[in-house]
């Protein structure tokens, strides 16, 4: 059974950071694209980073330069780094699993709530 766990949200002060984690399990790690999306009230969900089993990465414009996304294989974990937060980060901040090679992300964490007060 694959499991997506993710980690770290919390309330921030505009300007700060937070890290955030996905760890997973009942999947053979390396052999995924990994990926953070988000979802703000009364909005779609959203593209926020992946990367792939060998670390290459790739961003949505607008966290570009202020989040950044790796891993770790040996401890099949995720993590974002998010930096210069704006009240607009504010969302339900998913992480998602895709087999490499594939089209669609084929699981899903529960969500971690990351709050940016202004």
């Known amino acids: 059974q694959v499991q997506l766990v993710e980690s770290g949200g919390g309330l921030v002060q505009a300007g700060g950071s937070l890290s955030l984690s996905c760890a997973a399990s009942g999947l053979t790690f390396t052999s995924y694209t990994m990926g953070w999306f988000r979802q703000a009230p009364g909005k779609e969900r959203e593209f926020v980073a992946f990367?792939?089993?060998?670390?290459?990465?790739y961003y949505a414009d607008s966290v570009k330069g202020r989040f950044t996304i790796s891993r770790n294989n040996a401890k099949n974990t995720m993590y974002l780094q998010m930096n210069s937060l704006k009240p607009e980060d504010t969302a339900l901040y998913y992480c998602?699993?895709?087999?490499?090679?594939?089209?669609?992300?084929?699981?899903w964490g529960q969500g971690t709530q990351v709050t940016v007060s202004s």
């Open positions: 990367i792939s089993w060998r670390a290459t990465t």
């Open positions: 998602a699993a895709k087999l490499a090679g594939g089209n669609k992300y084929d699981f």
